[in-house]
């Protein structure tokens, strides 16, 4: 995420329950492992949170 620093003020590690992994990007979820059933890949995550920021 080191190509993203001039746009990410803050990462948050959130404790939750059920084994879920969300990544979300100004408050819009970008990436739910309850929803895919699976961890995203590295260049799989840095594509959606750079598109979410190119929005």
């Known amino acids: 995420m ?12 959130k404790p ?5 992994f969300e990544v979300t ?3 819009e ?3 739910s492992k309850h929803m ?3 961890f ?3 260049d799989e995550l840095v594509r ?3 598109e979410r ?3």
Not at 3 to 11: C, D, H, K, L, S
């Open 16 to 20: 939750s329950d059920g084994g879920r």
């Open 2 to 13: 080191g190509r993203f620093e001039e746009y990410i003020e803050e990462i948050a590690l």
């Open 48 to 50: 959606l949170v750079g």
């Open 40 to 42: 995203p890949e590295e």
């Open 29 to 31: 979820l970008v990436y």
């Open 25 to 27: 990007v100004d408050g």
């Open 36 to 38: 895919t059933g699976r």
């Open 53 to 55: 920021l190119r929005a």
